[in-house]
């Protein structure tokens, strides 16, 4: 099992440019969550894709888009980056359909993204 | 609304002290509570949980007792090693309503050999 996997690792780009971040969750799994951990934070939810659609969604402005596929990978879009934006993007996983550890999530290495 | 605060650091402690992470939450329901770790260039791994009053969360030494009246769900070990040399972060989830971990803004912990 290779667990939540996040590409890529690490991404520098420049102010007002758009950034697509992958991430494929754990197998069995059907929920992605995203979370920005800004530089000696906690982690701060982004939102929810479950069965390809937005079902939870934090403080975060519209620039902030997502997508999940029929493989329940997904996608996080940001545009217009911000230097503010840079942070460390982590991906977790979950079931909703287990039981026991339904909705633990499983957290990714996470892709740093730096904006210069 | 919910949220969750935790002692700042970063703490530093030589090998085999004990060690106490404090954290105190404000909670609308009945959260489970967490403790996940993060090593230098890693993500979160889920340290120990607990999903009721009073239980005990507890792993590779590890000990948290989900305390109501306080609000406190404090991270103790009672011999560290310079591998427990990590971020640690307290959370708060609800299982049953919007899934979204709320997290503590973390304490860096140095153990010193």
């Known amino acids: 099992d290779a667990g939540v996997t996040q590409s890529p690792t690490h991404l520098i780009k420049t102010r007002g440019q758009q950034v697509t971040l992958r991430c494929s969750p754990k197998s069995g799994h059907d929920t992605v969550s995203w979370y920005q951990q800004a530089l000696g934070q906690g982690p701060q939810f982004i939102f929810q894709y479950y069965e390809e659609e937005e079902r939870q969604r934090g403080n975060f402005p519209d620039r902030f888009s997502g997508h999940q596929f029929p493989n329940y990978s997904s996608e996080l879009n940001v545009n217009a980056l911000l230097l503010g934006d840079s942070a460390l993007y982590l991906c977790?996983?979950?079931?909703?359909?287990?039981?026991?550890?339904?909705?633990?999530?499983?957290f990714g290495p996470g892709t740093r993204l730096t904006v210069l | 609304g919910d949220s969750v605060t935790q002692m700042e650091g970063p703490v530093t402690l030589s090998e085999e002290a004990f060690l106490t992470i404090n954290c105190t939450y404000t909670?609308?329901?009945?959260?489970?509570l967490f403790w996940y770790v993060q090593y230098p260039g890693e993500g979160l791994q889920l340290l120990l949980k607990?999903?009721?009053?009073?239980d005990k969360g507890s792993n590779k030494g590890f000990e948290a007792t989900y305390r109501k009246e306080t609000t406190s769900f404090h991270l103790e070990k009672g011999s560290v090693q310079v591998s427990d040399s990590a971020v640690y972060f307290c959370a708060l989830f609800y299982s049953n309503r919007d899934d979204k971990i709320i997290f503590g803004k973390g304490t860096r912990l140095h153990i010193l050999p």
């Open positions: 607990a999903t009721k009053a009073d």
């Open positions: 909670a609308t329901g009945y959260p489970s």
């Open positions: 977790a996983s979950s079931s909703r359909a287990g039981t026991g550890t339904k909705n633990e999530q499983f």
